[in-house]
């Protein structure tokens, strides 16, 4: 079951961009963002290339002033604060270690840079090490390290002067798949132990449902929407949504009659659909529908019949073991591929050519609000 929608506490706001644009020339880099970040949360900003994700992240850092809106961190109002006084750290793919200091001066860098010295830098340098587990390696050099070992320094240097905010854009996307994942939990780790407040960029969807707390969705310059992982997997408000994170059954469906924040939907074949959704719909408007892989059961038609609300007949495809679960592929009364998925060893009993019927729980039925492109 999922669980229920997380309320955010706003008054324990760590960051607030309120309503911030950006444009170059005459095309949207960023179009009225508003995110509210707590203090010791992880919010990934997840979306795919070119839909404003670093834009928003240099706005934060102080690196590109917005043409609209404001940036507050805590009750300081920041819009137009430099860089070097909001008290940030930073990680970015291509900030690349000084290839020409040993790791010890690459970490103590930013602590001399503000004047930092004697022993409560050496002690600075050496807890920031400890950290990322690479204490012993103070005295190498950048290029006598692993790419994943180099990932850690260029870590323990964004956390070595212990900013409240730490901002990363795709730090990660250069390593392997082990790698990667080995260094997101560190990542999850150190900042959750810490309690730093993370910004964290990716377009892997795999990484922000690993590291997140919360996940804004961009698309096309805009927030598309924020959420915890569960919200966005299993409550996507849009086709863009439900589309983009995981594998998801999407059909037209028509409202027959809304009441009560429930609607009875015309779904595939003229099946009934119940659906819960607070969406202001009403009779005759077409919408989208969606359904996990997971979320949808196939069984033959002898379990359930065709006059049964939520149910779809239609006939298997194709079956597809992919070692922890099984893969169902079935043609739908409008020739629609479904797609259902069930763990291993429950098996369907249907060969394919047969006739199958698909069902679903009335919460797992979500009705999607139609995208700005008009999907
Ligand atoms: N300096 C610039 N001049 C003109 N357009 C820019 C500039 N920087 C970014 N853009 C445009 O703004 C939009 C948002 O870019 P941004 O770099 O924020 O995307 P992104 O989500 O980080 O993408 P990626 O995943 O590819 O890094 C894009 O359409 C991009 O082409
Ligand atoms: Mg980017």
Not at 57 to 74: C, F, T
Not at 153 to 169: G, K, N, Q, T
Request: glycine content about 8%; overall charge neutral.
């Amino acid at each position: 079951m999922p669980s229920e929608p997380q309320r955010h506490d706003t008054t324990n706001f760590k960051l607030r961009l309120t309503n911030v644009s950006k444009r170059y020339g005459h095309s949207d880099a960023l179009v009225n963002a508003n995110l509210v970040v707590s203090k010791g949360e992880c919010v990934t900003l997840l979306g795919p290339s070119g839909s404003g994700k670093t834009t928003l992240l240099n706005v934060v850092a102080g690196l590109l002033p917005p043409d609209e809106g404001e940036v507050w961190i805590e009750d300081r109002l920041a819009t137009h604060l430099p860089a070097y006084e909001r008290d940030i750290g930073m990680m970015f793919q291509n900030y690349a270690l000084f290839p020409h200091l040993t790791v010890y001066d690459n970490v103590a860098f930013p602590l001399r840079m503000r004047r930092e010295r004697g022993a409560r830098l050496r002690e600075r340098v050496g807890a920031a090490l400890a950290v990322v587990s690479l204490a012993d390696k103070a005295h190498r050099m950048p290029s006598e390290l692993s790419g994943g070992q180099q990932q850690r320094i260029s870590l323990a240097r964004a956390l070595v002067y212990e900013p409240s905010i730490i901002l990363m854009d795709e730090p990660l996307a250069a390593l392997d798949k082990k790698l990667r994942e080995q260094l997101q939990l560190e990542i999850r780790r150190i900042q959750k132990r810490l309690g730093i407040t993370m910004l964290y960029v990716t377009h892997d969807q795999q990484e922000a449902l690993l590291l997140s707390d919360r996940i804004c969705l961009m698309n096309n310059a805009r927030i598309e929407q924020v959420g915890s992982p569960d919200d966005l997997y299993f409550r996507p408000r849009s086709v863009f949504a439900a589309d983009f994170i995981g594998d998801s059954n999407i059909f037209p469906a028509e409202v027959v009659t809304m009441s009560a924040g429930q609607a009875c939907l015309r779904g595939p074949g003229g099946s009934t659909l119940q659906a819960a959704t607070d969406l202001a719909l009403k009779s005759g408007d077409k919408v989208q529908v969606m359904i996990r892989p997971e979320r949808l059961r196939i069984g033959t038609p002898g379990q359930a019949t065709e006059l049964d609300d939520n149910c779809v007949p239609a006939t298997l495809l194709e079956t597809t073991f992919l070692g922890e679960a099984t893969r169902y592929y079935a043609s739908g009364p409008t020739g629609e591929t479904f797609v259902s998925k069930a763990l291993a060893g429950a098996s369907s009993g249907v060969a394919p050519g047969e006739p199958v019927l698909l069902t679903a729980d009335r919460d797992s039925i979500i009705v999607l609000s139609p995208d700005r492109d008009g999907r």
